[in-house]
């Protein structure tokens, strides 16, 4: 577990409002939604990040990340004036990004669909097997 403090935790007295996930920021951001927190450090936005501990031989566990309103509203405008240097492939309006989002998209619908006939071949053979067996003297 992570030692951050929990995502709606004011920073102080005077700060009341909840800090954004990341679904959030990209309807605020013109930024997929995989790199938003590779925007966030280049634009100085204070992020929270919970999760990602390692589970040794099974990975790591998911990574949740917060960010604070304020900088969000503040990088916002800086990303729309061409403040803040994001790669073309990271956004969302650029050629290069929409076609990384689309082949990510189609590869792993791609890979779903095999995954999902895969199984379906898997559980005919075992209902074609148990039956012959079944039917034979």
């Known amino acids: 577990m992570s030692n951050a403090p929990e995502p709606a935790t004011p920073e102080s007295g005077h700060e009341e409002e909840e800090w954004l996930?990341?679904?959030?920021?990209?309807?605020?951001?013109?930024?997929?939604?995989?790199w938003l927190s590779g925007v966030a450090h280049r634009a100085d936005v204070r992020v929270?990040?919970?999760?990602?501990?390692?589970?040794?031989?099974?990975?790591?566990e998911p990574t949740f990340y917060y960010f604070h309103p304020g900088d969000v509203r503040r990088a916002a405008a800086a990303i729309a004036e061409g403040h803040v240097d994001i790669p073309s492939r990271w956004r969302t309006d650029t050629p290069d990004g929409r076609r990384e989002e689309f082949w990510g998209t189609l590869t792993a619908r791609?890979?779903?669909?095999?995954?999902?006939?895969v199984l379906v071949v898997g559980i005919l053979l075992?209902?074609?097997?148990?039956?012959?067996?079944?039917?034979?003297?």
Do not use: D
Request: charged content about 15%.
């Open 21 to 34: 996930n990341s679904s959030e920021v990209a309807k605020l951001w013109p930024v997929r939604e995989l």
């Open 110 to 117: 791609v890979a779903g669909t095999l995954m999902l006939a």
């Open 126 to 137: 075992i209902l074609g097997t148990g039956i012959f067996l079944l039917t034979v003297e």
């Open 48 to 60: 929270r990040r919970i999760g990602g501990a390692s589970r040794g031989t099974w990975g790591a």
